[in-house]
């Protein structure tokens, strides 16, 4: 079962991005999502999560009311829309699926399963 990330680029401070999660097979729908993010020299950040269903989802402070996580199952992919980007946005973004992830504990990277390789963003002018 794997991921792969999908979207990342270059985009100027307050353009959008919309970045794709998509699972190799069949069967995302079980699973909570969550999307972290690594800058060079900082560690990994979470970002926020969806619940399988889709009924719940969690962000962080530092991009509440500018990204939304959204998920299509039938498609098996999760979306992560970014608006206003900022150049502190600028990392590596990675999606990670887990069994036993809820609103409670979806910040916690040890508690997913499935990791993708990541897709590089870049905020710069």
């Known amino acids: 079962f794997q991921l792969v990330e999908s979207g990342g680029g270059l985009v100027q401070p307050g353009g959008s991005l919309k970045l794709s999660c998509a699972a190799s097979e069949f069967g995302l729908d079980r699973y909570a999502v969550g999307w972290f993010r690594q800058a060079p020299r900082k560690e990994r950040e979470e970002i926020g999560f969806?619940?399988?269903?889709?009924?719940?989802?969690g962000y962080s402070d530092s991009v509440k009311g500018r990204f939304t996580i959204s998920r299509d199952n039938a498609k098996n992919t999760v979306y992560l829309q970014m608006n206003s980007l900022k150049p502190e946005d600028t990392a590596t973004y990675y999606c990670t699926a887990g069994s036993s992830v809820y609103y409670k504990n979806y910040g916690d990277w040890e508690e997913y399963d499935y990791w993708g390789q990541g897709t590089q963003v870049t905020v710069s002018s």
């Open positions: 969806i619940s399988s269903s889709g009924a719940s989802t």
